[in-house]
Each structure stands twice: as C-alpha cells, then as structure tokens.
C-alpha cells in the first residue's frame, strides 16, 4: 500500500508541477520574449521562492499536525475538493499565454511563488493527502517538500527549455494533453481517499 501512495504522490506532484501555472507561464514567456541571458535571475527567483515556499508549507502541516492533529484528517478532504476542481479546469481550459512581464528579475520571480496560490495548495494537499497519514516528522515533511521543490524545478526548467516548442506543441494538443493530466488528478484522489 505505502509503494502505491508514494507511487501516486510521485504522479500528483509531476502533473501538478508540469500544468500550467504562474510560473511556468512566466518562465515560458520570459524566455521567448528575452532569451536565456537576460531572463535567468527571473529563472532563479522563480526556483529559489519554489522552495522557500514548500519550507514554508512544511512548517504549517507539522504545526498544524503538532497542535490540530485532527485538521489534517480535514485537509485531507479539502484536498481532495481542490484536486477534483484542479482536474476539472484542466480538462475544460484552454491555453492562455500571459503577456505582461515586462521585466526579468530575481525579484519578481521570487516574489511571485509567494503570491502563487497552486504551489502553497500543491505542497499542503501533497503532504496532507500521502504523507502525514504515515509520518508527521517534520524533517520527513521537509524532505518532501524539497522533492516537489525539485520536481517544480525540473517542470520550470522544461518550460524553459522547450521555450515555444512546449507553447506551439500544448496550443496545438491541448485538448488530449488536459483530459489525460485530469484523468491522472482522478487517480490521485483515489490513493488519497484510500489512505
């Protein structure tokens, strides 16, 4: 059962971490509108706030496990109610490429993981939905926190790379691509409901 939890965290974390989100969307227009040099202290300000952010989340659940351990049975199911809209709305969206950077800085790519939303709700319901049901330690709590920091990172650094092979290859398949990252979301639920 723990090989399978841990199997479905694994795919939870790399849909989430590979959808598009705010900084994804970001990094992507950043480096077709200015290229790798220029762009790269955004690049590192997105990275950097990614993992001071999941840190953060960390220190909520254990506080959180530590004070109100029976909260965490609640987020649970909040976090399942968020993956099942998440699932939803990557189904139903379409592409949508924002065009309002205008500068690239270290700052504003670290600030803006502290105003994103998904990845606060991506590394609370991660650790809530697989991992506090078999470990609360905090350094436990941490430690996968990192690794979605890391996969967050990767997910980032595809964008990047991919730059606007990713953007003409997801406007093109987007339809096929979110209906299967949705149905993976679904499967996600399942383990959770099951632990």
């Given at each position: 059962m723990l090989g399978y939890v841990l199997t479905n965290f694994i795919v939870y974390a790399i849909v989430n971490a590979f959808t598009p989100g705010p900084g994804n969307i970001l990094a992507l227009n950043t480096v077709t509108n200015y290229g790798w040099k220029k762009g790269?202290?955004?690049?590192?300000g997105i990275f950097t706030g990614y993992y001071v952010v999941?840190?953060?989340?960390?220190?909520?659940?254990?506080?959180?496990?530590?004070?109100?351990?029976?909260?965490?049975?609640v987020m649970k199911y909040i976090g399942v109610v968020y993956i099942l809209?998440?699932?939803?709305?990557?189904a139903i969206s379409k592409p949508e490429i924002s065009?309002?950077?205008?500068?690239?800085?270290?700052?504003?790519?670290?600030?803006?993981?502290?105003?994103n939303i998904k990845i606060y709700m991506f590394g609370i319901i991660a650790l809530t939905g697989?991992?506090?049901?078999?470990?609360?330690?905090?350094?436990?709590?941490?430690?996968?926190?990192?690794?979605?920091?890391?996969?967050?990172?990767?997910?980032?650094?595809?964008w990047i790379g991919?730059?606007?092979?990713?953007?003409?290859?997801?406007?093109?398949?987007?339809?096929?691509?979110?209906?299967i990252l949705a149905l993976t979301l679904l499967e996600c639920i399942w383990s959770m409901l099951r632990a």
């Open positions: 790269k202290p955004l690049f590192f999941q840190i953060i989340c960390a220190v909520f659940v254990y506080g959180v496990g530590t004070f109100l351990p029976n909260a965490l049975r809209w998440l699932a939803i709305h990557i065009e309002e950077q205008r500068s690239a800085s270290f700052m504003k790519g670290f600030l803006l993981q502290f105003v697989f991992i506090t049901p078999y470990n609360k330690a905090l350094w436990t709590l941490i430690g996968f926190e990192l690794l979605i920091a890391t996969i967050g990172t990767i997910a980032t650094s595809t991919a730059g606007l092979l990713i953007q003409k290859f997801y406007v093109k398949h987007y339809r096929i691509i979110n209906i």
